[in-house]
């Protein structure tokens, strides 16, 4: 299992990788835009809002793995 800080170090990375995913969209106000033609920017930020899922989960199960060992 990943330790807290690499998960978090990776949670950072993809925090960013969506920011520039907007950014490159346009924007926030372009979001509905992409999503509506289902453009390769919007696929690209819907897989990184999975992982991002993903990771919060990982790093819930985590502490909840800590909080019961200790």
């Known amino acids: 299992m990943k330790s807290l800080t ?5 949670y950072e990375e993809n925090y960013q990788k969506m920011i ?16 509506k033609s289902k453009s390769q ?4 930020l819907k897989d990184l809002q999975r992982h991002e899922h ?5 790093e ?7 909080t019961m060992v200790h």
Do not use: F, P, S, W
Request: glycine share 6%; proline share 0%.
């Open 6 to 10: 690499q998960i978090r170090k990776a």
């Open 20 to 35: 520039d995913v907007i950014q490159a969209m346009g924007g926030d106000d372009c979001i509905k835009l992409h999503r």
């Open 41 to 44: 920017l919007y696929r690209q």
């Open 54 to 58: 993903y990771l919060d989960e990982l």
């Open 60 to 66: 819930n199960r985590l502490l909840t793995h800590q």
